[in-house]
């Protein structure tokens, strides 16, 4: 099978490691394939470093993702590599994709995010146009899919992966230490970008109250991003109950050195970093927003409280915590589920079964056509 994926953000959030997973995986199962993303951006050198063929364009201020001279190019990317399939991972890349291969070649499209679809000509076009598969991650996102109009028919569940050496096997005692700065714990955390959508103001917020019932607690939040000074605010009258530790690589120690992992966003389309710390067997307590119930079941495999709720979220960390059996069992159960469920290699193979559906159905497509 011959791959030409799309993608059209800046950073390495999480929409861009599971395309570098997917692209490990492809290569790794002799499937061609080439990336195109933007130039010096950390996906582009990451996929070089790792010889997987990269295409970099550049962002344009005129007329953007709808520039004819970027859809030529895209063209002749396609053409040049003879794709037999192209696989868009955001949604720039959607309206990129649409502009240049609609009726020209099977087009696979990501849905990451759990917004809900723009009601307007442009949008209806983009998402219900024939030749199109779609993945969503998460049940949420099918919801989401089906409501802006897309078939049911053309939606297919696969949910992120993890790698599961990548959270596992770390070393408690290497950052719990300085994190805790001479409390006593429980250390609790965060992980993921500071961002709007992922709330993590609101478990600053419900740290004085889960400090009233366990004193020696410390909450660490590992990210950055936009929502970083809200949290430096409320750190003025926290009393240092919260540190801000930014982004970090060695994630196996990080949450290693965690007693709970806290998710709080109030939008969401699965959120992998939960997988991550369910893997490495981090009890958790999240939000029921978006995808993550498909990962956080409530009572079975973790905690879920309404999102925006300090009141309820900081009483979830707390019960949860004085409950050692209640946290062994949620915890065991949410290893199992981890991998059964949100293994990157599943979600390879998740994803070829869409690209084969997705070829056969162009073929039949054709077929007809030609045949009229």
Not at 19 to 25: I, N, V
Request: charged fraction near 25%; glycine fraction near 8%; aromatic fraction near 4%.
């Amino acid at each position: 099978m011959r791959v030409l994926h799309i993608n059209t953000e800046k950073g390495l959030r999480g929409g861009e490691r599971q395309l570098l997973l997917l692209a490990r995986g492809l290569k790794e199962r002799g499937h061609s394939q080439q990336v195109v993303c933007l130039e010096d951006e950390a996906l582009y050198h990451r996929l070089a470093h790792e010889d997987i063929p990269a295409a970099g364009i550049r962002r344009t201020p005129l007329l953007g993702v709808h520039a004819p001279w970027l859809r030529h190019k895209l063209r002749r990317l396609a053409e040049a590599f003879g794709a037999g399939i192209v696989h868009v991972h955001t949604a720039n890349a959607h309206t990129l994709a649409t502009g240049a291969f609609l009726g020209r070649l099977p087009i696979v499209v990501t849905r990451r995010v759990d917004f809900e679809l723009k009601q307007n000509p442009a949008t209806q076009r983009k998402y219900t146009a024939p030749g199109q598969h779609f993945i969503a991650i998460s049940n949420a996102v099918q919801e989401v899919l089906v409501r802006g109009g897309v078939p049911p028919g053309r939606i297919t569940i696969v949910h992120s992966g993890i790698n599961l050496d990548r959270p596992t096997g770390g070393d408690r005692s290497k950052l719990r230490k300085r994190w805790l700065a001479g409390r006593e714990g429980p250390l609790i955390g965060f992980v993921g970008a500071l961002v709007d959508h992922k709330a993590p103001w609101v478990l600053a917020e419900a740290a004085p109250l889960i400090a009233e019932e366990l004193p020696g607690v410390r909450i660490v939040f590992l990210g950055d991003g936009e929502s970083r000074h809200q949290i430096e605010e409320l750190q003025h009258h926290n009393h240092e109950l919260t540190l801000l530790a930014g982004w970090r690589d060695d994630i196996a120690d990080c949450l290693a050195a965690l007693d709970l992992f806290v998710m709080p966003s109030k939008e969401e389309g699965l959120c992998t970093a939960i997988a991550e710390a369910m893997a490495a067997g981090v009890p958790c307590v999240a939000s029921r927003a978006g995808g993550i119930p498909d990962l956080v079941m409530d009572g079975e495999t973790g905690v879920l409280v309404p999102p925006l709720d300090r009141e309820a979220l900081a009483k979830a960390i707390v019960d949860l915590w004085l409950d050692a059996h209640r946290r062994q069992r949620l915890t065991r159960a949410a290893e199992q589920h981890v991998h059964e469920h949100f293994t990157a290699e599943s979600m390879i193979e998740g994803t070829l079964a869409v690209y084969r559906a997705a070829r056969e159905e162009w073929r039949a497509a054709k077929k007809v056509a030609t045949q009229h």
